[in-house]
């Protein structure tokens, strides 16, 4: 096993203690209207009907679900056996155009392409030891002309924790693929874990995430960075004034098509 799937594994062992303490939402939730989606989110994509997109680190189905009763129809994948367990009992009881796969992300099914959009979301890059061979799985994975979605946790959010009387630095920012155990602030770790349980996360700055999918072959059509002032709880007024999310978009480009054809003019007419 080479040491990237080495990091995967182990971390898929500790999303399995904890996924029975990441419950999803209700069948009920949904049929209602509800969606687990950021607001912002749907109109990133506007417009979904129809189209094949596969969820990376999909996590218990909540997001893919949403997706799907806005018109996706939408693939899921995470290496928790629990937590897919639990995302395949919510489409069946919704009735959402949704299934789920087990599978660590740096090992997809080959059947698993073709894809109008890839979408990924909120704790997913601090999981990856690897950004280039993350980068080069969604290029593979998108038709052309698919669009790859990025909606993510900023990493200075990860770097950053709010003491009594100030702000304190507490990993390397440029930390890139040398593993932090997140035992520093319990905000940053996943939700159901405790200090105990065994992470190992990465910390990578948004300029090499950007860089990693223009290296891939993706043309970045769409990036920024926003604050969400109570993700940096007791902060204060400053808390607008610090990044806390980041998006980007990105498109597989089409292949080039063909060019005129030897020995006509723009007016179809042969030339001797």
Not at 50 to 59: F, N, Q, S, T, W
């Amino acid at each position: 096993m080479d040491k990237i799937l080495a990091y995967t594994r182990s971390n898929q062992r500790s999303w399995d203690e904890i996924a029975p303490a990441r419950p999803t939402q209700s069948a009920a939730f949904f049929l209602d209207g509800g969606t687990t989606l950021e607001e912002f989110e749907p109109g990133l994509l506007p417009d979904v009907t129809g189209k094949r997109m596969l969820h990376l680190a999909c996590a218990n189905g909540n997001d893919s679900v949403s997706w799907a009763f806005l018109g996706a129809s939408v693939t899921g994948v995470d290496h928790s056996h629990v937590g897919i367990e639990a995302a395949r009992a919510l489409a069946r009881e919704t009735g959402a155009d949704a299934r789920f796969v087990v599978a660590d992300m740096y090992e997809l099914p080959p059947e698993l392409r073709n894809f109008d959009v890839v979408y990924a979301s909120w704790g997913v890059v601090c999981w990856l030891p690897d950004l280039d061979r993350w980068a080069a799985t969604v290029r593979e994975r998108l038709r052309p002309g698919g669009t790859f979605l990025l909606c993510e946790h900023h990493p200075v959010w990860e770097v950053l924790g709010v003491r009594t009387g100030g702000v304190e630095v507490t990993v390397d920012y440029f930390g890139r693929g040398n593993p932090t155990r997140q035992t520093y602030d319990q905000a940053k770790r996943p939700a159901g874990s405790t200090p105990e349980t065994s992470f190992d996360a990465f910390v990578w700055p948004v300029s090499d995430v950007v860089m990693s999918l223009a290296r891939a072959g993706l043309h970045v059509e769409e990036f920024f960075e926003a604050p969400v002032a109570e993700m940096y709880e007791g902060l204060g007024d400053a808390a607008t004034r610090v990044p806390a999310i980041y998006v980007v978009k990105a498109r597989r480009p089409q292949p080039p098509g063909p060019g005129p054809r030897a020995g006509r003019t723009d007016l179809g007419l042969a030339i001797s």
